[in-house]
């Protein structure tokens, strides 16, 4: 079965430092892969996807991930936090042979502090 | 506009009321789906459809129905609101290449 895992429920960085936010997946073959934000009272925001291709991809707000088949993983990466930076990250995989069923992570809360 | 709107945006409704969550999208998009978002869960899938005539049971379809009226609209039901399902709802569609697209999300509180 799909399932997506997001081991880090909550982080506080420091504003200027750098940012990992982790994502291991299940999934039986190359799946979609996708990380979402969503600051306070607000909906989700596509920060980056992964369909194939290079497997370091960027996104917008200056995130990047790494896809890397070997670990099933999709890391999400920032070198600089800024305070506006401040939410809740979702992982998800996207199931190519069910329809393109979404798969969320349990979301990771990010704390930045000044 | 935005591309996947809800209404409402906030529902305070009471134990045992049927209540209906409307989605309509402008994306021109045959897949439509309704989650749910609870603390600490992250996003759950209750429904999803394929197309006018196709739809499928997600993960938490119970107590829960579905309607697609069209192409672009999607409308969520709870036939008996319960406390439990006071969460943040939002609905979603999905371009051919898998990429889903979510709306504002809307607020029910069932006390």
């Known amino acids: 079965a799909q399932s997506v895992t997001q081991p880090d429920i909550h982080i506080t960085v420091s504003e200027g430092a750098s940012l990992e936010l982790r994502c291991n997946y299940s999934?039986?073959?190359?799946?979609?892969l996708f990380w979402y934000v969503q600051s306070p009272g607000q909906g989700l925001q596509l920060l980056l996807k992964y369909f194939s291709g290079d497997t370091l991809v960027q996104g917008i707000k200056g995130f990047e991930a790494e896809f890397k088949r070997s670990q099933s993983s999709f890391n999400l990466r920032k070198p600089s936090v800024h305070w506006s930076d401040a939410a809740e990250y979702f992982c998800a995989v996207g199931a190519r042979d069910t329809g393109n069923q979404f798969y969320f992570g349990t979301g990771t809360s990010l704390t930045v502090i000044p | 506009d935005a591309d996947v709107t809800q209404t409402p945006r906030n529902r305070i409704t009471k134990t045992g009321k049927r209540i209906m969550l409307e989605c309509s999208q402008t994306k021109g998009h045959d897949r439509m789906y309704w989650y749910r978002q609870d603390p600490g869960l992250g996003l759950r899938l209750i429904y999803y459809?394929?197309?006018?005539?196709?739809?499928n049971k997600g993960e938490i379809s119970d107590g829960y129905s579905v309607s697609r009226q069209a192409q672009a609209k999607f409308s969520l039901s709870l036939e008996s609101a319960i406390p439990n399902q006071t969460a943040l709802y939002f609905c979603?569609?999905?371009?051919?290449?898998?990429?889903?697209?979510f709306g504002p999300g809307t607020r029910l509180t069932v006390t």
């Open positions: 999934y039986g073959a190359t799946p979609y």
């Open positions: 459809s394929f197309d006018v005539k196709d739809i």
């Open positions: 979603a569609t999905s371009d051919p290449m898998g990429e889903q697209y």
